[in-house]
């Protein structure tokens, strides 16, 4: 079954091959479609059981200046103190080198809609969300 989007392959493909790294006691490394057993510590620790990783940089994959990604997500860091959203802090890298690092937040205890209502805010192509069955699932949004 292939799935239409405006989001090109090469990219979703990158998403897939993408580390997402969350800073808490011990870092986690996270990776689409497959089961975390960190995750699922993670969950026990902060009692939750769900979890999102989102960022603000680089709207629709279009690259824009390092201060400008900074102010974008220093934005969406203040939307979930204001909405007292626990969260820490995250990076996605992709193992290439040919994609910049982009800072990014772990958001804990947000629903597949919230997150999607989020990410959409902050014109991203996609989020990661993952439920409690620790496996996270690349949500595209185009």
Request: aromatic residues 10%.
């Amino acid at each position: 079954m292939t799935l239409e989007s405006a989001i090109p392959s090469e990219t979703i493909l990158a998403y897939t091959e993408t580390d997402f790294i969350v800073y808490d006691e011990q870092t986690l490394i996270l990776h689409v479609d497959e089961y975390s057993t960190g995750l699922n510590k993670l969950y026990e620790t902060h009692k939750t059981n769900t979890c999102t990783f989102i960022t603000a940089y680089n709207p629709y994959s279009q690259v824009l200046k390092e201060s400008v990604n900074i102010a974008r997500n220093k934005d969406l860091a203040a939307e979930l103190d204001d909405k007292a959203l626990k969260y820490l802090l995250a990076e996605g890298i992709h193992h290439s080198g040919d994609w910049p690092v982009e800072a990014s937040y772990l958001v804990l205890g947000l629903s597949l809609k919230e997150s999607c209502e989020l990410g959409k805010k902050y014109e991203q192509n996609a989020i990661v969300w993952c439920d409690s069955d620790c496996l996270p699932k690349l949500v595209l949004f185009r």
